[in-house]
């Protein structure tokens, strides 16, 4: 089965900087999707960036320019560089992945199939 590993949260000051990483085994589907999402207490869980298969990437509206998604495929690992944090960039951030066929990678969590385990970020100001 497919597993996911993330690894990379922390806790920054406002301005910092903090690299995500997610591990993925045992994926052999083709023309999938990889993303990231985030949940705050009490607030639903929200898209912050995808990447599909091509290496083309989409950002929520809230962290463009400073967040970059990026992948290795060589060592099955998902990114997330996240600069300029700011506290509302506190959450619980998970990867997911996408199994089904898609070219334009969706930002809804109910579209992914796959999950990690989350890892909690805290930005503090």
């Known amino acids: 089965q497919v597993q996911l590993v993330e690894s990379g949260g922390g806790s920054v000051q406002a301005g910092g900087s903090l690299k995500l990483s997610c591990v993925v085994s045992r994926f052999t589907y083709s023309g999938y999707c990889m993303g990231w999402f985030r949940q705050a207490p009490g607030q639903e869980r929200e898209g912050v960036a995808f990447?599909?298969?091509?290496?083309?990437?989409k950002f929520a509206d809230s962290v463009k320019g400073r967040f970059t998604i990026s992948k290795d495929k060589d060592k099955n690992t998902l990114y997330l560089q996240m600069n300029s944090l700011k506290s509302e960039d506190t959450a619980e951030y998970y990867c997911?992945?996408?199994?089904?066929?898609?070219?334009?990678?969706?930002?809804?969590?109910?579209?992914?199939?796959?999950w990690g385990q989350g890892t909690q970020v805290t930005v503090s100001s």
């Open positions: 997911a992945a996408r199994v089904r066929v898609v070219y334009e990678c969706p930002s809804t969590s109910s579209e992914y199939d796959y």
């Open positions: 990447i599909n298969e091509d290496g083309e990437t």
